[in-house]
């Protein structure tokens, strides 16, 4: 069983940044992959970002490709999403979540565990 905790959400201006986190329960987080998905007002989920457990690969949505690093460290536990140039198209709740065996990485009903989300706001 893994617990999810994201943090780091907020209100920030267009071409800002802001790095969330997602602190993980549990001795194994390193056993698990992890992504990051978001879901705007009236839209569905999307996904945004895929860490293997080791951090050794990465993979990411072509349209967030350059803005957003997905990164971790397993000797905290945690996750994180870096956002630069953000802009208020991005303007979401983001989720993590992670899961022992993801395929494909997009899909977002091959993960097992979910945080309850962190508000993102871009203003213009």
């Known amino acids: 069983q893994v617990q999810l905790v994201e943090s780091g959400g907020g209100l920030v201006q267009a071409g800002g940044s802001l790095r969330l986190s997602c602190a993980a329960s549990?001795?194994?987080?390193?056993?698990?992959?992890m992504g990051w998905f978001r879901q705007a007002p009236g839209k569905d989920r999307e996904f945004v970002a895929f860490i293997t457990g080791s951090g050794s690969s990465t993979y990411y949505a072509d349209s967030l490709k350059g803005r957003f690093t997905i990164s971790r460290d397993n000797a905290k536990n945690t996750g994180y999403l870096q956002m630069n140039s953000l802009n208020p198209e991005d303007t979401a709740v983001y989720y993590c979540?992670?899961?022992?065996?993801?395929?494909?990485?997009?899909?977002?009903?091959?993960?097992?565990?979910w945080g309850q989300g962190t508000q993102v706001t871009v203003s213009s």
């Open positions: 979540a992670a899961g022992s065996r993801i395929a494909p990485p997009a899909v977002a009903s091959t993960y097992n565990y």
């Open positions: 549990g001795r194994t987080f390193s056993s698990y992959a």
